[in-house]
């Protein structure tokens, strides 16, 4: 009986040290399929070698398009497709543990992100846990009255939500950057910038959640 329970911590403590040795690129290898890239298993392990090698990290997926790995550490990984891109990363949790960010930005030709959150082991986890975003009228200038009719006539083109993400493994920081006015027309554009905060919004990773930072 002691035997068994001394194999049974055992075997827990080597899954454990593995689940946390994992890397982005070996994430990167066993990404389910559909979740990301039409890459092969093969295409990726390709795009890592060449990328280590100090060689241009580029292969074609299957609609033959060009895939590129821009930047790659151990938690994290940048790929790009065209005009699109994917951020792989992972984040530390307070009790050791890790999670794996996964952004996936489209640009056509207005960029739009989704961010998704899941375990080393890629189950999904429900994002609202790990970040709650920004809306529109968190990017408006603090002098704006949103109660003002005129503001609010001004602002109705904004009814569209699109954001571009991007997230930055040195501070641990992911920035949110509201892209729905480069959808609208010129005139519309112009009316809304005066309103409208530039700099994007910063939320700092705590080990627990992306927590937004005073603009």
Avoid at 3 to 16: D, E, G, M, R, Y
Avoid at 47 to 71: H, Q, W
Wanted: charged share 25%.
């Amino acid at each position: 009986m002691k035997s068994k329970i001394v194999f049974t911590i055992l075997l827990f403590n080597i899954t454990f040290y593995f689940a946390q040795g994992q890397t982005a690129s070996e994430l990167f290898v066993k990404l389910p399929e559909p979740a990301l890239l039409p890459l092969t298993v093969s295409d990726r392990l390709d795009l890592i070698d060449l990328y280590k090698a100090g060689e241009k990290a580029t292969v074609k997926n299957s609609f033959e398009d060009s895939c590129s790995i821009i930047r790659l550490t151990d938690n994290y990984l940048q790929i790009q497709t065209g005009k699109n891109t994917t951020e792989l990363f992972l984040l530390p949790m307070i009790n050791d543990s890790k999670i794996v960010g996964l952004i996936q930005t489209v640009c056509a030709p207005v960029c739009d992100s989704r961010l998704e959150f899941y375990t080393t082991t890629w189950k999904k986890l429900a994002p609202s846990v790990f970040i709650t975003f920004a809306g529109k009228n968190d990017f408006l200038k603090d002098s704006v009255n949103i109660d003002n009719e005129e503001v609010k006539n001004v602002l109705i083109p904004l009814d569209i939500s699109l954001m571009q993400l991007h997230y930055d493994p040195e501070k641990q920081e992911l920035q949110q950057y509201y892209t729905t006015p480069k959808y609208l027309s010129e005139p519309d554009r112009a009316k809304i910038k005066p309103y409208l905060k530039e700099a994007p919004k910063l939320f700092k990773w705590n080990l627990t959640r992306f927590v937004d930072e005073a603009w």
